[in-house]
């Protein structure tokens, strides 16, 4: 009986570690799309304040 | 700002997809172990232990299945050079390697149990360490490219090496003679819910394919638009 449990209970971490990093990665790639976004809304911002100046 | 609100749109696309099949696909899998402890008879030689083989087979055909689908989605990317391939590829290639991992333990969990030892260089053994080792290997020479197409490429070559060990594995113990068996006897109530518990465990791991392939496409896309961006 414990070699059953402890079968079952590999393969359920296994996924379930599998899954949480799966989890980190989106999380990553989230973090990435804010920062792309942070940077286009920076550069959009100075272009505006240049085309401001030069009006 | 087009390429970034589509960034949003994919990013969120994948897990409304996960979130709709999560509860259907939770549910086949939660039938299927249900079925394996209150349903399946129990074995009279090696009792209780004898139901980690439900969970051991489906995963060990799941393992098999990720590494033919994967060299598959290989074959066309050589073929298209399309990206799209390669995360196919990468995602069933992940999947393949825990597969293929978890069945190794669990099988040796099985083998002390029946032959009273953890470990035999037996043919069907050899040739499934040998898989995960090929998958192990694609998986570090992936992470090794930068160059998404480089990276594919040779993702794709190991994989169709990877796929060669396949029939290895099935045949093994026909033209080797190992300890497994050739053609286990099983009553037609044990049949029936290995065969659920295959179905439930390929559901789950067609699902974590699906969110991981996603998360590789979108991981591609993000890269190409830090590239244009932060280098324009």
Same mark, same amino acid.
């Given at each position: 009986m414990?070699?059953?449990?402890?079968?079952?209970s590999v393969v359920c971490g296994g996924v379930l570690a599998y899954v949480a990093w799966a989890g980190m990665v989106q999380r990553t790639l989230a973090a990435r799309v804010a920062s792309l $976004?942070?940077? =286009?809304?920076? /550069?959009?911002?100075? $272009?505006?304040? =240049?085309?401001? /100046?030069?009006a | 700002m087009n390429g970034l609100a589509t960034s949003r749109i994919t990013s969120a696309a994948p897990m409304n997809l996960?979130?709709?099949?999560?509860?259907?696909?939770?549910?086949?899998?939660?039938?299927?172990?249900s079925l394996i402890?209150?349903?399946?008879?129990?074995?009279?030689?090696?009792?209780?232990?004898?139901?980690?083989?439900?969970?051991?087979?489906?995963?060990?055909?799941c393992g098999?299945?990720?590494?033919?689908?994967?060299?598959?989605?290989?074959?066309?990317?050589?073929?298209?050079?399309?990206?799209?391939?390669?995360?196919?590829?990468?995602?069933?290639?992940?999947?393949?390697?825990?597969?293929?991992?978890?069945?190794?333990?669990?099988?040796s969990i099985w083998?002390?149990?029946?032959?009273?030892?953890?470990?035999?260089?037996?043919?069907?053994?050899?040739?499934?360490l040998i898989l995960a080792a090929i998958c192990s290997g694609n998986l570090l020479l992936r992470g090794s490219f930068e160059d998404p197409h480089q990276r594919a490429r040779i993702g794709a070559i190991v994989a169709l090496l990877a796929i060669l060990d396949v029939p290895l594995i099935v045949l093994a113990t026909r033209i080797f003679r190992g300890i497994h068996p050739v053609h286990p006897s099983m009553s037609t109530t044990m049949r029936a819910v290995l065969v659920a518990s295959v179905v439930g465990f390929a559901a789950l791991f067609l699902l974590i394919t699906e969110w991981r392939r996603r998360q590789i496409m979108l991981g591609n896309s993000i890269t190409d638009m830090e590239n244009r961006e932060y280098n324009c």
């Open positions: 414990t070699s059953l449990i402890v079968a079952y $976004e942070a940077w =286009r809304d920076r /550069r959009d911002a100075a $272009e505006q304040d =240049r085309a401001h /100046r030069a | 996960v979130t709709i099949l999560t509860l259907p696909v939770a549910m086949l899998l939660g039938s299927a172990i402890f209150a349903v399946a008879p129990r074995e009279v030689t090696m009792g209780d232990a004898q139901r980690i083989m439900y969970v051991h087979v489906a995963v060990a055909w098999l299945a990720s590494v033919l689908a994967s060299g598959v989605a290989g074959i066309a990317y050589l073929k298209g050079r399309s990206l799209a391939s390669d995360g196919w590829a990468q995602a069933f290639t992940e999947i393949g390697w825990l597969c293929c991992v978890l069945t190794l333990i669990t099988g083998a002390h149990e029946a032959w009273n030892t953890w470990w035999t260089w037996e043919p069907r053994l050899t040739s499934m």
